[in-house]
């Protein structure tokens, strides 16, 4: 077969006399052999690793912030799982991203608060499929 993975982007901005949209199709990636990995794991206020499960091939993650309040801030490590996290993006609630990663890549996040009462751990979901 081919085309197992199926992605599609659609984006549409307008505020004031501002208008923009982006619809580059369908994007079809063929995947070798069968691999998912994630889950809706908790993330703590101090980084930690993100559970791809046994993916260790190259693939699409998509991570999404399942918390109504809390922000949550991700990045691939500076050395495996013992480095530490440079920061490259962040996830207000409800958010979602989309990017391919190398193969044994190591992505770490951490729970984030935009006020002074503290963050509390919040959920992410985790998806990643080989190709």
Same mark, same amino acid.
């Given at each position: 077969?081919?085309?197992?993975?199926?992605?599609?982007?659609?984006?549409?901005?307008?505020?004031?006399?501002?208008?923009?949209?982006?619809?580059?199709?369908?994007?079809?990636?063929?995947?070798?052999? +069968?691999?998912?990995? &994630?889950?809706?794991? =908790?993330?703590?206020?101090? $980084?930690?690793? !993100?559970? #791809?499960?046994?993916?260790? *091939?190259?693939?699409?993650?998509?991570?999404?912030?399942?918390?109504?309040?809390?922000?949550?801030?991700?990045?691939?490590?500076?050395?495996?799982?013992?480095?530490?996290?440079?920061?490259?993006? +962040?996830?207000?609630? &409800?958010?979602?991203? =989309?990017?391919?990663?190398? $193969?044994?890549? !190591?992505? #770490?996040?951490?729970?984030? *608060?935009?006020?002074?009462?503290?963050?509390?751990?919040?959920?992410?979901?985790?998806?990643?499929?080989?190709?």
């Amino acid at each position: 077969m081919a085309n197992e993975i199926v992605i599609s982007l659609y984006v549409k901005v307008e505020k004031g006399f501002f208008s923009d949209q982006f619809s580059p199709g369908q994007i079809l990636v063929n995947q070798a052999a +069968v691999g998912k990995g &994630g889950y809706a794991q =908790l993330i703590g206020t101090v $980084a930690e690793v !993100v559970d #791809f499960g046994d993916v260790v *091939t190259e693939g699409y993650m998509i991570l999404r912030n399942l918390d109504t309040y809390n922000y949550i801030q991700y990045g691939p490590s500076t050395g495996g799982t013992s480095g530490s996290m440079i920061v490259f993006g +962040v996830l207000r609630p &409800g958010e979602v991203a =989309l990017m391919r990663v190398s $193969a044994g890549m !190591v992505m #770490f996040a951490q729970a984030i *608060t935009g006020d002074t009462t503290g963050a509390a751990a919040s959920l992410l979901d985790v998806r990643v499929y080989s190709d």
